[in-house]
């Protein structure tokens, strides 16, 4: 029963994370162009100061921790969906945690240690939105394969 709670635990800090990503994707980076470069570049800063705070990070990272330990935990007690959880992890570990630490992030410091915040803007956000696409899709898959382990 424990197992099982870890691996509800599991799909619903990966679904979380997807649609945090899924959001950015669909309708925040698309409204932010809407403004001026320069209200886009500082709006995008305060987002990004915002972030690292408890509130995305315990999501941001308990959907590498919990599935992780999880899936591991299911593999050592003979658990058919600890694979399918283990497999979760590994994707969002490389598509979607990874893209964010290796490039979404360099792009945002770049963008806060900008003078010019209207052509950082318009360098960062074709990029930026392209890898948050990968992270958007990596959680979705990840979610799906945790969910598969449910069964």
């Known amino acids: 029963m424990i197992w099982t709670i870890f691996a509800v635990a599991s799909v619903v800090l990966l679904g979380l994370s997807?649609?945090?990503f899924?959001?950015?994707s669909s309708f925040v980076m698309s409204g932010l162009a809407r403004a001026s470069d320069e209200?886009?570049?500082e709006a995008m800063n305060g987002i990004n100061e915002t972030a690292p705070l408890p509130a995305f990070m315990s999501i941001f990272f308990?959907?590498?921790l919990v599935p992780g330990i999880t899936g591991i935990w299911g593999l050592v007690d003979g658990?058919?969906?600890g694979a399918w959880i283990l497999a979760a992890a590994a994707v969002y570990l490389v598509g979607t945690f990874g893209v964010t630490m290796a490039l979404n992030v360099p792009l945002n410091n770049r963008l806060l240690a900008a003078h010019?915040?209207?052509a950082e803007w318009r360098a960062y956000r074709r990029p930026w939105t392209s890898?948050?696409?990968v992270r958007t899709f990596a959680g979705v898959v990840a979610t799906a394969l945790a969910a598969v382990?449910?069964?």
């Open 18 to 20: 997807a649609g945090v």
């Open 22 to 24: 899924f959001g950015f």
């Open 39 to 41: 209200a886009a570049g």
């Open 62 to 64: 308990g959907a590498l």
């Open 79 to 81: 658990r058919a969906g």
């Open 116 to 118: 010019d915040k209207a």
């Open 131 to 133: 890898w948050n696409h």
């Open 149 to 151: 382990g449910l069964l």
